[in-house]
């Protein structure tokens, strides 16, 4: 049996167009959900637009349109196309808008009340649009500019407003304990460590019950038993991840896709962490087998942010360094679960040092070779037994590193890679060796390390940059799509034993954008 690998995304608020933190997360599933396909997991990779709400009704409207004509427009123009830009391969995506989730979602409510955690009752709360999320005290700051004077939230810098209404409530305080409990007994359930301890220490801290609805606005799904409210945006939106896979309408597709794996910002981390526990505790569901926090793509060293006109667009880098530098730079720049702060400078810097002189080079250097000195057909020779090693270890590192969502470590592990064979190149000198027929065998050991050697790199590499590393897989002689190769024999392929050409794959960039 092969073994179950669900990953999702966030669902992203449509009230924008997406920037390269959105791109950052989807990217990161990406890279995961392919690895796991090549290792012959069950995979299943879902992401989807979160699309009600306080903060979408409003864009909606200071745009002069509905909310389900604003959402259609912004899903059909901006989202799914950033999908397609990006290269990722979702299996799934799923709205909030659409009828399954509606479906599901009155399910799981009416299955939590009959279970007796849902009541009626007053509620006074400081709400934050932007975040769609209540605040307490510890979560604001004093504001500056235009709201000097005021508490603000502290991630959007905008004024709470003061909630006060008759809502539902889900008795989120029971579940405390239980939570402790599942940090303690499945210490790999919130990662990384430093996402954990904040969890932890704020249901330490106690729970208060949870206002599940509203009824001063329209803009969601109706509560099925009163539909003069409409349910909470987030409780809406977490149960995105089994609406999709077919909770209370398909049991087979959700038996084999549930429970799954959440690749979330580490500022949602406790929505995922806390609430989210609580209410599969709720409905008797198994618990998601991890929550991983990732961090801020920064700029100016504060969380880039549309809102604070910070936002980049994929596209901006894309149409200059081309999609598998776009991702291979967010992969391996940043190591996952840190923040990192974008430059341009860096960007390039790196494009052109590990990118077009690292890898491209490496690959039309031995791809010339083998033709110049070989006439193209690949030496039938042991590879260099060092470098066998170093390549299977490299293998086994990367696939180790991906277990604990070091996605820089794994893309680190196949680089080290083509360092090596650079390296191994110039002392091994093959057009010296070339010039002594006494040589000969030697010549044909380099150039055959060398050809297992990038073959490797490219099946190791396909997740991050599948485009480039399909033109590597085929000019060392590898048959087919090397997405469709076992990752974790990565070093012990075996190709047509002829190179074919490379085309250039890191086009030396003159003049940065910024
Ligand atoms: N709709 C909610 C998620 C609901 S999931 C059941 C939401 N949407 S969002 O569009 O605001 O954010 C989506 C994801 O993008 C979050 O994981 C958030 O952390 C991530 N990012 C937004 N800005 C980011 C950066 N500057 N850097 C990295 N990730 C960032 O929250």
Known sequence: ???????????????????????????????????HRMRGDDTWMLTGTDEHGQKIMRTAAANGVSPQEWTDRLVETAWKPQLELLNIQNDDFIRTTSERHKAGVRIFLERLKEAGYIYHGEFEGQYCVGCEEYKTAGDLVPGTGEYEGQLVCAIHSRPIEVVREANYFFKLSEFGDRLLALYDERPDYVQPEHVRNEVRQFVKQGLTDLSISR??????????????????????????????????????????????????????????????PAMQMAAGLPISEHVFGHGWLLVGGEKMSKSKATGIEPKQITEVFGVDAFRYYFM????????????????????????????????????????KYCDGVVPEVAVDAELQTLMADAVGRADSAIDTFAIHDAVDAAMSIVERLNGYITEQAPWVLAKDEAQRLRLHAVLATNVQGIGTAAIMLAPVMPETAQKLWAAVGGEGEVSAQPIREAHQWRGTGRVTTVPPLFPRIEQPAD
């Open 1 to 35: 049996m092969p073994e179950r690998f669900t990953v999702t995304t966030p669902i992203y608020y449509v009230n924008d167009v997406p920037h390269i933190g959105h791109a950052y997360n989807e990217v990161a599933t990406d890279v995961l959900a392919r690895w």
């Open 215 to 276: 009824n001063t606005f329209d803009w969601g799904i109706k509560v099925p038993w009163d539909e003069s409210h409409v349910v909470y945006v987030w409780f809406d939106a977490l149960l995105n991840y089994i609406t999709a896979i077919g909770y209370g309408v398909d049991d087979e597709q959700f038996e084999r896709r549930w429970p799954g794996v959440h690749i979330v910002g580490k500022d949602i981390a406790r929505f995922h962490a806390v609430i989210w």
């Open 332 to 371: 391996s720049a940043i190591a996952f679960g840190a923040d990192g702060s974008f430059s341009w400078e860096d960007l390039d810097a790196r494009y052109h040092s590990e990118l077009a002189n690292g890898l491209g080079n490496l690959a039309s250097r031995v791809i010339a070779m083998v033709h």
